[in-house]
């Protein structure tokens, strides 16, 4: 859908303007995609989970996979890799959700709700982890969030009010 005023820029390029498949590819390569219900597919391991977007992309098999695996280990999961994405905790999944949106080094990160589904101390630590890791691998944070603590963690607020971005305070 393009915007109703002003443009939408990506890596310098207007996606209004694109073809379908090149903002497909841009997306593909170039954002990571946090969900507030972590979309992940239950019967597959986490390891597999996290390694769904290389398949998409037909990234290397083993390089992904060590990817992948130093990621769940950086957010503690490196001992459930295996098991099935349905076994794991709510905190467990976004964690999982995080690595999937990391794993191809994105240059920017779009977290809507990320810590929505969680309790506070789960969201807490989670939104914790997806700051430093997106720090850590230079990627840049689009949170999404009607917490106003969450907020408080960003370098920048804007609020939206009846389809207006107001840059916040």
């Known amino acids: 859908?393009?915007?109703?005023?002003?443009?939408?820029?990506?890596?310098g390029r207007p996606l209004a303007a694109l073809p379908d498949g090149e903002r497909t590819r841009l997306r593909r390569d170039h954002v990571g995609l946090v969900f507030q219900f972590f979309h992940l597919l239950?019967?597959?391991s986490a390891l597999e989970n996290v390694l769904v977007p290389a398949l998409v992309a037909g990234d290397p098999g083993r390089a992904a996979e060590e990817r992948a695996r130093a990621l769940l280990g950086a957010v503690g999961l490196a001992g459930r890799a295996a098991d099935p994405a349905e076994r794991l905790s709510g905190g467990e999944?976004?964690?999982?959700?995080?690595?999937?949106a990391l794993l191809r080094r994105p240059g920017l990160l779009l977290a809507d709700?990320?810590?929505g589904n969680l309790d506070e101390e789960t969201g807490r630590a989670v939104l914790d982890l997806l700051l430093?890791?997106?720090?850590?691998e230079g990627s840049a944070?689009?949170?999404?969030?009607?917490?106003?603590?969450?907020?408080r963690a960003a370098d920048a607020v804007w609020t939206l009010h009846s389809g207006v971005l107001e840059r916040g305070a």
């Open 1 to 11: 859908m393009a915007p109703s005023s002003g443009e939408v820029l990506l890596l």
């Open 42 to 44: 239950p019967h597959l």
């Open 93 to 100: 999944q976004q964690r999982v959700a995080l690595c999937r």
């Open 113 to 115: 709700e990320p810590t």
């Open 132 to 136: 430093g890791l997106a720090r850590g």
């Open 141 to 151: 944070v689009l949170l999404v969030t009607h917490s106003a603590e969450l907020a």
